[in-house]
């Protein structure tokens, strides 16, 4: 009901590989659930710094630099 749509994928961040995916989701998602909300703010900067790191890499190895 807060969410107002049935299209909803959950995901366990800290088991996911893919920079870009989790790039998306903790730019564009929706938080459910936060038990220690300090811990989660590390862990969402450091994989924000990781995606971040990639995509500057990936550009780099792509030519675009």
Known sequence: RT????KID???LNALQNE???YDILTRGVLLYDSNSDKRIDFEVRRLHRAIDFRVGRSYNLGFF
Request: hydrophobic share 70%; no cysteine.
């Open 3 to 6: 969410l107002k749509t049935d």
């Open 10 to 12: 959950i995901v366990v």
């Open 20 to 22: 870009i995916i989790a």
